[in-house]
T-cell receptor, first 111, second 113 residues
């Protein structure tokens, strides 16, 4: 079945360093969404990308959707302790209505 | 105050007992979802409902059942047939199933002893 793979699974960085997580789908996606889950919390929507090659920025966060609409990345510049959490990508494929989630990347930031 | 609620936050049950987790939303969303989250894994879809009185199986529906009698409510029953029920259960809703962001409830952590 359709799979969305996300790497790395864990990342420890020093505060101020950059961080990137990558998402790859086995099939072409209609869209890609990114969510953040703080420790002990629930996923919260960050952003959605729909167009091939699309790039969106939210302050220190940069999101990209690949040209083939099968991969995506989230890059955080100059991490802060408030960035700690697990970042999930998720995508729709076709018209099933089902959102397929990657396994998530857990980010730890050392002050 | 609009939102999606799940109760209780923590739930303990003995093996062999059925248990029902509640999920209520007042966002007037048509679509609702149930996910299971295990450590180190992403969210796996159990069931979803696109509209009242209709629901579809997700990727891991075995051992679970749902109902959608009201737009606001989508309860999940974890039956004794579910072999590994201990997990974190998340309910979500969205305006429709078409490419909308999903709004998640706070989750219920179920432990089966």
């Amino acid at each position: 079945g359709q799979q969305v793979m996300q790497i790395p699974q864990y990342q420890h960085v020093q505060e101020g360093e950059d961080f990137t997580t990558y998402c790859n789908s086995s099939t072409t996606l209609s869209n890609i969404q990114w969510y953040k889950q703080r420790p002990g919390g629930h996923p919260v929507f960050l952003i959605q990308l729909v167009k091939s090659g699309e790039v969106k920025k939210q302050k220190r966060l940069t999101f990209q959707f690949g040209e083939a609409k099968k991969n995506s990345s989230l890059h955080i510049t100059a991490t802060q302790t408030t960035d700690v959490g697990t970042y999930f990508c998720a995508g729709h494929s076709g018209n099933t209505g089902k959102l397929i989630f990657g396994q998530g990347t857990t980010l730890q930031v050392k002050p | 105050d609009g939102g999606i609620t799940q109760s209780p936050k923590y739930l303990f049950r003995k093996e062999g007992q059925n248990v029902t987790l509640s999920c209520e939303q007042n966002l007037n969303h048509d679509a609702m979802y149930w996910y299971r989250q295990d450590p180190g894994q992403g969210l796996r879809l159990i069931y979803y409902s696109q509209i009242v009185n209709d629901f579809q199986k997700g990727d891991i529906a075995e051992g679970y059942s749902v109902s959608r009698e009201k737009k606001e409510s989508f309860p999940l029953t974890v039956t004794s047939a579910q072999k590994n029920p201990t997990a974190f259960y998340l309910c979500a809703s969205s305006p429709t199933t078409s490419y909308n962001e999903q709004f998640f409830g706070p989750g219920t952590r179920l432990t089966v002893l």
